[in-house]
């Protein structure tokens, strides 16, 4: 059974830190592309970064020079660093992989980021 856990999340203040991690199990992780999505209420899930089995890395827009997302294989777990976190970064945070054309996704972590 394929199993994504995410952890991390908390509230800071803006221009603080955060760090999330997402430890899978269940499905051999090093060949595994993954990814951090985020969500607010009422909109739809949207994609941070992304993260290749040879350490390709990929983010959106908002986050380029703030977030980076890294793995570990030997731990099965894909981390993402939010550094000088804005209101806007706040979301439910989840994490990702597709495999044989399946959507796996974690539970979601709350990031809250006041003003």
């Known amino acids: 059974q394929v199993q994504l856990v995410e952890s991390g999340g908390g509230s800071v203040q803006a221009g603080g830190s955060l760090s999330l991690s997402c430890a899978v199990s269940g499905i051999i992780f090093r060949f595994l592309t993954m990814g951090w999505y985020r969500q607010v209420p009422g909109k739809q899930r949207d994609l941070v970064a992304t993260?290749?089995?040879?350490?390709?890395?990929n983010y959106a827009d908002s986050v380029k020079g703030r977030f980076t997302i890294s793995r570990t294989n030997a731990k099965n777990t894909v981390y993402l660093q939010m550094n000088s976190l804005k209101p806007e970064d706040t979301a439910v945070y989840y994490c990702?992989?597709?495999?044989?054309?399946?959507?796996?996704w974690g539970q979601g972590t709350q990031v809250t980021v006041s003003s």
């Open positions: 993260i290749t089995s040879g350490g390709r890395t």
């Open positions: 990702n992989t597709v495999f044989n054309e399946k959507d796996y």
